[in-house]
């Protein structure tokens, strides 16, 4: 019996008796700098309030201890109940997912290897009652590594094979619940790490492409020259001309080439900081889009793009997509389905493992 069994059947009474009672649930969702609490009702997969705490696993890293993590989330779970008048014993059960479960997280959860449905998520998941957490039971979901057979020096001839996801799963799932899509596609999840998730007929997760996207545009727009040249939110609108010629220039003189035009441009052409900024997420995207094509089987018949994450790269992302001429069908998730995926996902996986764990 794995240890996430051990933990989870010491839960069962507790579920069973507690779910009969109280409807509401807490969603943490913890990144690299932010975390999110949500406060559902897991009946009716509303959204019942929000919190957002400027704290994530970075804190971990610069510190050397979790400490803080653990403070400001607590603190942000008190809030929220707070806020609604409700008693920790009024909540069914807290759903972690993220980089909360890493090794700079609160408790760490190995990753599971791909491909994996959400029943793989609901059985590896760990239940914990934290003190922290006002001993409320925790589910903390893993995250997933795809599959390989290289190591030692053969790992860095098939380096591209390799690649690790935590929090994207809960996303994926919550994004497939709500559009009607068959066979094989892939999910593209931009933000400080643009993430490409494929997905099997079955809708389980076959593998993951990760690239810095994200990190490299904001590190460009606030640390280099072309900081002179970039408006203070990068993209201001979404300007489909400038997209597709950053796009071409990236393609043609090179990544990195096409980084200093942004200089060139503000220098000899009367484009705007707007503009320019679309040149450059343009070039961005392109490199992104390289690293997805050449990790993709051609020969695989791939019939879908849902395109989530935030505006204006969720938008970008699904031009450019479309732009690159693959005969995929794209679908652009709306803001308020891109958050009700974090809750759909969440809920899909815990009652999967309710149901695993539910007395036979």
């Known amino acids: 019996m794995s240890k996430s069994f051990k933990v989870f059947n010491h839960q069962k009474e507790f579920f069973s008796r507690k779910a009969v009672l109280n409807v509401?649930?807490?969603?943490?969702?913890?990144?690299?700098?932010?975390?999110?609490?949500?406060?559902?009702?897991?009946?009716?997969?509303?959204?019942?309030?929000?919190?957002?705490?400027?704290?994530?696993?970075?804190?971990?890293?610069?510190?050397?201890?979790?400490?803080?993590?653990?403070?400001?989330?607590?603190?942000?779970?008190?809030?929220?109940?707070?806020?609604?008048?409700l008693l920790p014993d009024e909540i069914t059960y807290i759903a972690a997912s993220g980089m909360i479960t890493s090794n700079l997280g609160v408790h760490e959860v190995p990753h599971i290897g791909s491909p994996a449905g959400a029943e793989d998520f609901a059985q590896s998941s760990e239940v914990m009652k934290l003190e922290e957490f006002f001993r409320i039971p925790c589910i903390f979901i893993p995250g997933m590594k795809n599959t390989v057979t290289h190591s030692g020096n053969d790992a860095l001839q098939g380096i591209n094979d390799f690649d690790v996801m935590r929090g994207e799963e809960?996303?994926?799932?919550?994004?497939?619940?709500?559009?009607?899509?068959?066979?094989?596609?892939?999910?593209?999840?931009?933000?400080?790490?643009?993430?490409?998730?494929?997905?099997?007929?079955?809708?389980?997760?076959?593998?993951?492409?990760?690239?810095?996207?994200g990190e490299t545009l904001h590190a460009l727009q606030k640390q280099t020259i072309l900081s002179d040249s970039l408006g203070e939110n990068l993209i201001e609108q979404v300007d489909?001309?400038?997209?597709?010629?950053?796009?071409?220039?990236?393609?043609?003189?090179?990544?990195?080439?096409?980084?200093?035009?942004?200089?060139?441009?503000?220098?000899?052409?009367?484009?705007?900081?707007?503009?320019?900024?679309?040149?450059?997420?343009?070039?961005?995207?392109?490199?992104?889009l390289q690293a997805l094509f050449h990790s993709i089987n051609e020969d695989n018949e791939w019939n879908w793009v849902i395109v989530g994450g935030s505006n204006p790269l969720r938008s970008a992302f699904a031009h450019l997509v479309n732009y690159s001429n693959r005969g995929w069908t794209i679908l652009e998730a709306t803001?308020?389905?891109?958050?009700?995926?974090?809750?759909?996902?969440?809920?899909a996986i815990v009652s999967k493992q309710q149901q695993l764990c539910a007395p036979k």
């Open 24 to 85: 509401k649930a807490i969603l943490i969702d913890s990144g690299t700098t932010n975390s999110r609490i949500r406060l559902i009702d897991s009946k009716t997969k509303k959204v019942m309030d929000s919190e957002k705490v400027r704290v994530g696993v970075k804190d971990t890293a610069i510190s050397g201890t979790n400490q803080n993590l653990v403070r400001e989330l607590q603190a942000g779970i008190e809030r929220v109940l707070t806020r609604n008048r």
């Open 170 to 213: 809960v996303e994926s799932f919550g994004l497939l619940q709500q559009f009607d899509v068959t066979g094989k596609g892939i999910m593209v999840l931009p933000g400080s790490h643009t993430k490409f998730v494929a997905v099997e007929d079955d809708q389980s997760l076959a593998f993951c492409v990760s690239t810095l996207g």
């Open 240 to 288: 489909y001309d400038m997209l597709e010629r950053g796009f071409e220039a990236a393609r043609r003189q090179g990544l990195t080439r096409s980084f200093y035009h942004v200089r060139l441009l503000h220098l000899f052409t009367d484009l705007t900081p707007n503009q320019r900024a679309n040149y450059l997420v343009g070039a961005v995207i392109y490199n992104d």
């Open 335 to 347: 803001d308020s389905q891109v958050e009700n995926s974090l809750v759909l996902g969440a809920i």
